[in-house]
Every structure is written in structure tokens, then in C-alpha cells.
């Protein structure tokens, strides 16, 4: 299944018309040396870089994997979660990253780190 990823990352690039130099560009990598490492499988990528490979592309994490929506979706969703992720949907990669290192200052701090 991860092979599909993989496979998956070349063929948007390729629909895109994108070079691995472009895509390297779109997601925030130095060169298209780490984009040709991970068309072929070889760099594993976090569940954060799949979801900002998927927003460059425009499509969701789900349809870039390949995976099944019905299989791997959330039993349940609060409507506060709901009209985050709604919201965070419409940001551009960069605004993404901001939101992304928000988030990680907020849940850094020690009312979110204590031992319970």
C-alpha cells in the first residue's frame, strides 16, 4: 500500500506538469534529490508531509495514498473539529505551515504536557 504513495506522489507530479525541481519548490525541500528519493520508495514520509504533498496537489491525503475514505475515516467528528478542518482546507501550503507551527507552540505548553 505504501508502494501506491509513492507511485501516487509521481503520477500528480506528473499530471501537474511539474518537474521533481518544482515539486521540490511547492513542498519546501532544498532540491529534487529528496523528491526522486521518495518517488522511489526509498524516504519515508510523516503522516504531516503525505497531508502537505496532498494540499500541493489539491486532492486529499486519502486519494493520494490510495486508501479507502470508508476504511480509514474517523468513527466520529466533533463540529468544533469539523469547522477547523473545513477552514484549514482552504489555506494555501505556506498559510498551512503557519497554522501547523501555531498548533505545535500552543501544545507545547505545560497545561497540554502534564503527567496524568
Given at each position: 500500500m505504501i508502494s501506491k504513495l509513492y507511485?501516487?506522489?509521481?503520477?500528480?507530479?506528473?499530471?501537474?506538469?511539474?518537474?521533481?525541481?518544482?515539486?521540490?519548490?511547492?513542498?519546501?525541500?532544498?532540491?529534487?534529490?529528496?523528491?526522486?528519493?521518495?518517488?522511489a520508495g526509498i524516504?519515508?514520509?510523516?503522516?504531516?508531509?503525505?497531508?502537505?504533498?496532498?494540499?500541493?496537489f489539491g486532492v486529499t491525503a486519502f486519494e493520494l495514498t490510495g486508501w479507502n475514505d470508508e476504511v480509514f475515516s474517523p468513527v466520529?467528528?466533533?463540529?468544533?473539529?469539523?469547522?477547523?478542518?473545513?477552514?484549514?482546507?482552504?489555506?494555501?501550503?505556506?498559510d498551512r505551515a503557519v497554522v501547523e507551527a501555531i498548533v505545535d507552540g500552543l501544545l507545547s505548553r505545560d497545561k497540554y504536557n502534564k503527567e496524568k
Open positions: 507511485e501516487n506522489i509521481k503520477s500528480f507530479r506528473l499530471m501537474h506538469g511539474w518537474t521533481q525541481d518544482e515539486l521540490a519548490r511547492r513542498t519546501g525541500y532544498t532540491d529534487r534529490s529528496t523528491i526522486a528519493k521518495i518517488e524516504v519515508d514520509l510523516t503522516q504531516s508531509k503525505i497531508v502537505l504533498f496532498a494540499s500541493v466520529s467528528t466533533t463540529p468544533c473539529k469539523d469547522i477547523l478542518i473545513t477552514k484549514i482546507e482552504k489555506l494555501d501550503c505556506e
